[in-house]
Each structure stands twice: as C-alpha cells, then as structure tokens.
Nanobody
C-alpha cells in the first residue's frame, strides 16, 4: 500500500483546511487509516483514525469537535477536515495505515504504511 498525503498549507487561526490521503497499490479492506502530526521538537501525535470498512472512528483529545475524518472508498481516499484551526495545530501531518485493533489506533508503532507528510501552518 502506498499513501500520498496532500492539502496542507498556510491558514489563519479560525480557518479550515481539508487534507487528503490517496491510497494505491493494494486493498484497504483490512485496514484502518489514520492521521498523525508532528511539530518541531515534539513527538508524533495521534489525530484521528477510521476503519476502511465497517466504520469506527477515533480522535485525539486535542482535535475532538474540530476535526473530522472521512473516506471515499470509490476514490481510495481518506480525508481530514480541519475546522477552527489554532496555531498549536501547526505541524507536519501524516497519513498511515494499520491492521491493528481499535484499541491500538493511537499508537504510531502500530501503523505499517506511512505517506509523506504535508505541512499545515496556522498563523495567529
């Protein structure tokens, strides 16, 4: 499975962005797709994840109520809609795929495939 993230950019605080992660070279039916982010000098942080088939979503505490993960199975793409952005959301955002159970989705070590990052910068 190959993952390609896109959609990052510069936005003012309070604004919105939508990230996309397109998957290729494999089937996602046994996977959950997740988003992580990493700011300079900080550890990689779980943002959101969703099972590809059958639903089930999970969010990091810092983004609950502001970010929404969704997927388009026809396009083999998962999205991260980010609203009410804050300067502390500034980071490189990564998409990743895991076959692990729901309880492990927040752990980056459980993800087998990673896309390249896309930079999100939120100005104050």
């Amino acid at each position: 499975v190959q993952l390609q993230a896109s959609g990052g950019g510069l936005v003012q605080a309070g604004g919105s962005l939508r990230l996309s992660c397109a998957a290729s070279r494999g089937t996602l039916s046994n996977f959950a797709l997740g988003w992580f982010r990493q700011a300079p000098g900080k550890e990689r942080e779980f943002v959101a994840a969703s099972r590809w088939i059958g639903g089930g979503t999970r969010y990091g505490d810092s983004v609950k109520g502001r970010f929404t993960i969704s997927r388009d199975t026809a396009k083999n793409t998962v999205y991260l809609q980010m609203n009410s952005l804050k300067p502390e959301d500034t980071a490189v955002y990564y998409c990743a795929a895991t076959m692990g159970p729901f309880s492990t989705w927040a752990s980056p070590t459980q993800y087998r495939y990673w896309g390249q990052g896309t930079q999100v910068t939120v100005s104050s």
